[in-house]
């Protein structure tokens, strides 16, 4: 935010909320105090509408949204969070536009849960799925333009004029013929008072009119991230509140039996009480370290659930192992449920010039957010319950939350601090949010209670990216140009592990990436082979597709070998006539100087290569190239990436530039580095010392071109990770001549 | 005990064995440090001790002695800090934010030390994770610190 309120955010939450609930700017009837006079950051605003009000159309209830101040600056309740993504800025930006209020005056907070803010295509509220921006930009930019008019409408009456005569500017609404200007700020009591106007009665701007979409204006959350003045979940604190720290149980499903240092662990200076929990045994404090120090020194025994327990939750039996979970899929038979067929695969083998196979498959990752998973509850003396925890879609926690503590829907006030990182960590995952844990200690203390996991009872519970195994055949023609290509995928999607296995159907979320490519090979058949995992599975920056486009397009590429090819060159054959991707794909290569594949000596001396990779995302279009070279300890080493990125249209292209940047670089991390391991159950790595991710010295420079095709507006969060894994795993083949079929790329002997 | 915090003296009763980040977090009630993961792993902790950056999840209260400990509420008073953020934000640094105040502080301890370091010696300092990927952006704030001709504002 631009200006940052002492008070942060959590801490006003000890005022009652009754009051703050009240407050005006949110309320749609006359008479009650003026929401210009509002402070408070964070406070759970109650969505308007008087009781019984028949519900608006999410995302055009002006007043649950804006409030502007005296001083003209406008406070947004976002319906999406901030993460780094610069989903704030992009809405200020957005809104702006059509309210004719300049961003930068905008200070942005997340919404509360409520049906006005469900507008992702106006049913639903995520932050993810690369969706915010590109499934509400037209529902925000009316929202804009519905304050605009209302304000219009007070100054017409202030005024005195017709409000055709009048106009705006930056903040202002004006009467040129009398030479009258009011600024918002002394017209938003009047102003939001108004019923809302019918949205289709407004027009929007024209975009070649456009003052701030499409500029790359600065993040408006930037100054209190640099200066330690940002309020995260884990920085949320209450009156009164005690700490807790958990041991969870070592497998999934496993329950607390005896702890048989209890009274030692009670007796400990400072802790306040012991509690079992599901799954967990907590302890909790006056303050966190005390009740770390007493979790970590808890002796539970652990028991296993009886089968009927089993079978309710994702058991995680004592012998899992990825090294046989992986062997297991490389070896699953069968044709699989179809995603995607086109032409006539059989024949196209059966008169193949060429064929070649090869089985690929992927590895567990985890999400790794630097901020650690923690909850903040309070119980009020109304028997309400606020509650303060990271995730990215608060109406699904508030049904959860109820659910678990007893409520009523509207008995629970969600608050939704800032991300510290997500990339798909904070949706509602069985057994891997702390807020049952924060909400049963907290009934049980009395007092309000904050959870905070730790980075190794974090990495016990992360869900993780699924794995796969996929089974690959292409055929090509007699000129080496493929004809057919076959995936046969052995995986449990990220959907079908949290809503159950349709036997029917395909999990979209398994197979993206495999389905989807546009390359024009006439005959192709994508199919998916269910196999249940014992570990819990979540969604990942850019979810099927961050496994998926690495593994085809590197069997491309062996396609590309077998038939001669030189692997660019192919890929631009088989988008031929598809203008947007041959664009693209020609962007990439003159942004790396032009393509060039080697093995080449580097002025340094080194032995190099380039590889190139490209990815559908969400609805937007990728192209990487990654130039490789090997260290001495055969590591290794990534130089440059350069990327194109087309996501249609913009927003803001800095943030756009940026956010290539940092979705690239985690797929640096996860080709390089990145694998869960388990053995006996349990995983290895409880920490970054074990689950190293990208540090800065092996990150490489990336270059970013940013192209707008004016197509269909796609998604920028994720839409840049897939291609740069492929990218690079086709470097490194051509550098060492030995095809790279697997992740991380530390854990293959390259050395040649 | 008396620990000096941001150039005041303050009374804490933590533990001696406490880490000195929730002595910071809890005791004092000063967020902007970040536990990230408690094992030296990460950075998101760093502060200053007598101008030296030192990771205070693992720097136990009672090491602390009468050093004067700096954290990033203090960033802005101190003016080379104050430098520094103004070039993370000319330069759009951070993303989530999470790992930034640690950043700020890591490069605010080396440019106190040494107002021209070279790449080498930025690489050397600047070793704290970014989960969110900044490290283009981090570079290029702290040649641009430097003066090594950083192509300023080069990433928007
Ligand atoms: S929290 Fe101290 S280094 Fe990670
Ligand atoms: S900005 Fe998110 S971890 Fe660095």
Same mark, same amino acid.
């Given at each position: ?168 500017e930056p903040g202002h609404v004006i009467h040129k ?185 992927s590895q567990y990752v985890h999400h790794a957010q ?383 | ?8 003296? &303050? %009374? ?6 406490? @880490? ?9 009630? $000063?967020?902007? +440090? ?50 520094? &953020? %103004? ?6 640094? @951070? ?9 700020? $502080?890591?490069? +605010? ?32 704030a702290m040649l641009d610190l430097a003066g090594l ?8």
């Open positions: 935010m631009n200006d940052h309120d002492p008070t942060p955010a959590c801490d006003l939450a000890g005022d009652s909320p009754q009051n703050l609930s009240r407050r005006r700017f949110l309320q749609t009837s006359a008479g009650v105090a003026t929401g210009a006079l509002v402070i408070g950051m964070g406070i759970p605003l109650q969505p308007a509408r008087a009781a019984g009000a028949a519900q608006m159309a999410p995302g055009t209830n002006v007043p649950a949204f804006l409030e502007i101040r005296p001083d003209n600056r406008v406070r947004f309740l976002s319906p999406f969070n901030e993460g780094g993504q610069g989903i704030f800025t992009g809405m200020a930006q957005i809104v702006g536009e059509e309210l004719d209020a300049d961003p930068e005056s905008f200070i942005v907070e997340n919404a509360p849960a409520g049906h006005d803010y469900l507008v992702v295509f106006g049913k639903m509220r995520i932050t993810g799925g690369s969706f915010s921006t590109r499934s509400s930009y037209t529902t925000m930019r009316k929202l804009g333009a519905l304050a605009r008019n209302m304000l219009l409408q007070a100054a017409a009456t202030r005024m005195n004029a017709p409000i055709g005569e009048l106009t705006t013929s009398t030479g009258q200007k009011i600024a918002y700020g002394d017209l938003a009591k009047d102003a939001l008072d108004l019923p809302v106007p019918d949205p289709k009665s407004v027009t929007l701007k024209d975009p070649k009119d456009f003052r701030w979409i499409r500029q790359p204006l600065k993040r408006l959350d930037v100054p209190e991230k640099s200066t330690g003045k940002a309020i995260y979940a884990m920085d949320c604190k209450v009156e009164g509140m005690l700490h807790a720290a958990v041991q969870h149980a070592p497998r999934l499903g496993l329950k607390p039996g005896v702890v048989r240092n209890l009274d030692e662990v009670k007796a400990m200076k400072g802790v306040h009480s012991v509690h079992k929990l599901d799954g967990a045994v907590a302890v909790v404090a006056e303050r966190f370290w005390v009740a770390k120090l007493g979790a970590d020194a808890l002796q539970v025994d652990w028991q296993e659930p009886s089968a009927a327990e089993k079978a309710k939750i994702r058991y995680m039996p004592a012998d899992f192992s990825t090294e046989a979970f992986t062997r297991q899929l490389m070896e699953t038979k069968g044709d699989g449920k179809e995603a995607e067929t086109h032409g006539d695969l059989k024949s196209a083998f059966a008169s193949a010039g060429k064929t070649v196979s090869a089985t690929y498959h630097l901020e650690p998973a923690s909850t903040l509850a309070r119980f009020n003396a109304d028997g309400t319950l606020d509650i303060w925890l990271p995730n990215q879609a608060p109406e699904q926690f508030q049904a959860q939350i109820a659910k678990t503590a007893g409520l009523k829907l509207e008995q629970v006030n969600i608050h939704s601090p800032i991300l510290g990182g997500f990339f798909g960590r904070h949706f509602l995952y069985p057994g891997a949010n702390p807020y049952p844990q924060a909400v049963a200690l907290s009934k049980a203390t009395g007092r309000p209670v904050k959870v905070i996991w730790t980075r190794e009872q974090e990495f016990l519970r992360d869900p993780l990216r699924p794995m796969a195994a996929v089974r690959f055949r292409g055929a090509l023609d007699a000129s080496g140009m493929p004809v057919a290509i076959e995936a046969i995928s052995a995986c449990e999607g990220p959907a079908e592990s949290l809503n159950g296995h349709n036997p029917n159907k395909v999990d979209s979320n398994a197979v993206e990436g495999l389905t989807g490519k546009a390359y024009a090979i006439p005959n192709r058949r994508i199919a998916q082979v269910y196999v249940k995992n014992p570990t819990s599975l979540a969604y990942w920056r850019s979810v099927g597709h961050s496994m998926n486009d690495f593994l085809y397009e590197g069997f491309l590429d062996e396609m590309a070998d077998a038939g001669g090819k030189d692997p660019y060159a192919l890929r631009l054959k088989l988008l031929e006539g598809n203008d947007r991707l041959t664009t693209l794909l020609k962007a990439v290569g003159e942004l790396s100087g032009g393509w060039k594949r080697g093995p080449f000596t580097a002025p340094d001396g080194s032995r190099r290569a380039r590889g190139v990779a490209m990815a559908s995302p969400f609805g937007s279009e990728a192209a990487a190239i990654a130039e490789v070279s090997l260290n001495a300890a055969g590591k290794v080493v990534v130089h440059d990436v350069w990327e194109a990125i087309d996501p249609g249209s913009i927003v803001n292209p800095g943030i756009i530039k940026l956010q290539a940047m940092s979705a690239a670089t985690l797929g640096v991390s996860q080709v390089l580095m990145e694998q869960v391991v388990y053995k006996n159950g349990e995983p290895e790595a409880r920490n970054y010392d074990l689950y190293p991710i990208l540090p800065p010295d092996r990150a490489p420079r990336i270059h970013v071109k940013v192209v707008e095709s004016g197509a269909q507006m796609g998604g920028i969060g994720e839409p840049p990770l897939p291609a740069v894994p492929a990218a690079i795993a086709n470097a490194v083949s051509t550098l060492t001549g030995k095809r790279v079929r697997s992740m991380p790329l530390d854990k293959l002997s390259l050395a040649t | 005990m008396q620990l000096y915090v941001n150039g005041q003296m &303050v %009374e804490v009763n933590s533990d001696p064995d406490t @880490p000195l980040l929730w002595v910071i977090r809890d005791e004092l009630g $000063m967020t902007g +440090t970040k536990f990230g993961c408690g094992l030296a792993q990460c950075g998101a902790c760093s502060v200053m001790l007598d101008g030296k950056i030192v990771r205070s999840c693992v720097t136990p209260l009672s090491s602390v002695g009468d050093a004067q400990v700096t954290t990033i509420e203090a960033i802005e008073a101190d003016p080379v800090g104050q430098r520094v &953020v %103004e070039k993370w934000i000319a330069h759009q640094v @951070p993303q989530c934010g999470y790992c930034q105040s640690g950043q700020v $502080m890591a490069a +605010t301890a080396l440019l106190k030390e040494n107002a021209k370091p070279s790449r080498d010696e930025i690489a050397a300092a600047m070793v704290n994770l970014c989960r969110c990927g900044t490290y283009n952006v981090i570079n290029d001709g950083a192509n300023k504002g080069e990433t928007l």
